[in-house]
């Protein structure tokens, strides 16, 4: 749906002969374009090679809900990342909205920028309570999200199936597709060099330079590289894709809704998404389609996922009329065992972030920002500790776990 509703692509050609650069960034999503722009506009020589189109992966296909941090509150990533690094991470995470917020501003990128909160809502009373913490942590640190709770929750999702929610103001939603490609025009007005439909098949050190190849047999020489693939990685540098398992997300969307529909669900115009172990997110467009998630890869049959997202729907605002449901997508996502993302290094002038676990637009553009800082010798805040690579065990087994798994919580839930 959203390559239906976005502006037009950036006028990125494919690489068809060699050439050298400072620093070459490897895929073109919020990481790797954010990474070129803050190169480009400190004066760097950056290439950046897209194996398909720009924002042709999750960028492209993930629910455009600009949220801070991961979906883990303050007590749980002191936990993962102990205090000093998880303080760092606590104020620049939290304030990465605000980054997307200031990008879109200084761009003049029309992606349909809604800055009403986001809502995050228990699906039963455990998850209240966890919330309520949470809420509490954040508030401590002076962050602007509160407890919605009753009448108010009511009013607000226009469902009674929720026991409480954080409203976080924080959180916004965008077309995503149309905010990546309005970066990719930055960065290239600001005199980065992209390339798309130009997959790097081989990455290797070659004495004081890195050479990538393409598919196509051409080179790229660099003396730093920045790699922005996360769950698209693949076989390319085993550092960066053996910390994560993959797994998939996906959407499904309505015509525009009809005024007795539109007024029963989320009648504020929020977004909002839930605790549930297998979340479900749910927004609207400006043209009042209906966008329905979560994650897994989709079920088999023609009209499963349409039919998913219709009984979600008679579950949580019984009584409408069915919808007409009209696209559907899918992606692939990189999940961490610690549920926090990884800043991995394995070699000297090669450097990367790895592992969204469903929050990708706010952190990967503060990250692609800290990552270009990092190859052009700036001090910044590290919110990470930098690692060489730290396997995943039993990956292939975990993933197909995982998603069977996925499956059968999305279709608990329409039981209970």
């Known amino acids: 749906m959203w390559h239906a509703t976005a502006g037009p692509s950036v006028a990125a050609s494919t690489l068809t002969g060699p050439v050298t650069a400072d620093v070459l960034v490897i895929g073109g ?20 090679l897209e194996a398909g189109e720009i924002g042709e992966g999750a960028s ?52 349909h920028a809604d800055f009403r909160p986001v809502i995050r809502a228990a699906h039963d009373s455990a998850s209240a309570k966890l919330l309520e913490r949470q809420c509490d942590d954040w508030q401590a640190l002076g962050q602007p999200v509160e407890m919605a709770r009753d009448d108010d929750l009511a009013a607000l999702t226009g469902s009674t199936r929720w026991a409480a929610a954080m409203l976080d103001r924080r959180g916004f939603t965008i077309q995503p597709l149309a905010f990546v490609r ?52 693949g076989a390319l540098h085993p550092a960066f894709s053996d910390p994560l398992v993959t797994s998939g997300a996906f959407g499904v969307a309505s015509r525009p809704l009809p005024d007795a529909a539109r007024e029963r669900i989320l009648p ?25 998630g979560s994650l897994g890869f989709l079920s088999d049959g023609a ?5 998913w997202a219709q009984r979600v729907i008679d579950r949580l605002w019984p009584g409408l009329p069915p919808l007409d449901w009209s696209h559907v997508w899918q992606g692939t996502l990189g999940l961490t065992s610690h549920g926090m993302p990884r800043l991995i290094s394995p070699e000297e002038g090669l450097i990367g972030t790895v592992g969204c ?3 990708g637009i706010a952190p990967n553009c503060y990250f692609g920002r800290m990552l270009a800082d990092i190859a052009l010798g700036r001090d910044c805040p590290m919110p990470l500790p930098v690692e060489t690579g730290a396997p995943y065990p039993a990956r292939a087994l975990r993933r197909d776990a995982m998603d ?12 209970n």
């Open 29 to 48: 999503g919020f990481n790797g374009i954010s990474a070129a722009l803050r190169l480009a506009q400190n004066g760097a020589d950056a290439v950046l």
């Open 60 to 111: 492209g296909r993930n629910a455009g809900m600009v949220n801070p941090g991961q979906f883990l509150g303050p007590a749980e990533i002191r936990a993962v990342l102990g205090a000093g690094h998880a303080e760092t991470f606590l104020a620049e995470l939290g304030g990465a909205p605000a980054l997307v917020g200031e990008l879109i501003e200084a761009h003049g990128i029309a992606c």
């Open 182 to 233: 309005g970066l990719a025009w930055a960065a290239q007005e600001a005199g980065a060099r992209l390339y798309q439909e130009s997959r790097v098949t081989g990455l290797a050190r070659d004495g004081a330079a890195w050479c990538a190849t393409t598919a196509s047999g051409h080179e790229v020489r660099a003396g730093k590289v920045i790699l922005s693939t996360n769950a698209y990685t």
């Open 268 to 292: 504020q115009g929020h977004s909002l998404y839930d605790t549930h172990r297998i979340p479900l997110f749910f927004r609207f467009d400006p043209d009042r389609r209906l966008m329905v």
């Open 303 to 307: 009209r499963a996922p349409q039919a």
């Open 357 to 359: 676990n469903g929050r």
């Open 404 to 415: 069977a798994a996925m499956r059968l919580y999305r279709n608990t839930f329409l039981l």
